[in-house]
């Protein structure tokens, strides 16, 4: 028997790893989110208050825009990438 499985079943392997993904999934979110508030908080915020003025307001919303689009786009290059040598490999075999 396998120690890492510890005698699960199929069903409870399959479901143990759907959390772990989830797990993985909110842990990048939270990251990016990290991430993209300390960016775009040093690009437009150059006296921290008590508010933000408007100015403030608009720039840290293009910069949130621009960071995700900008995140979108390598994560769908990424996978296209990943889908493209899983189909070499597939291939191959």
Request: with cysteine; hydrophobic share 35%; charged share 25%.
């Amino acid at each position: 028997m396998d120690s890492l499985s510890g005698g699960l079943t199929s069903s409870q392997k399959d479901e143990l790893m759907d959390q772990v993904k989830q797990q993985i999934a909110v842990a990048n979110a939270q990251e990016l989110l990290t991430k993209m508030t300390e960016k775009c908080f040093k690009k437009c915020i150059a006296k921290p208050g008590t508010s933000l003025d408007s100015s403030e307001q608009k720039c840290v919303v293009m910069c949130m825009d621009r960071y995700m689009d900008a995140w979108n786009s390598i994560a769908k290059t990424y996978t296209a990438r990943l889908q493209k040598e899983r189909n070499n490999i597939s291939g191959n075999l």
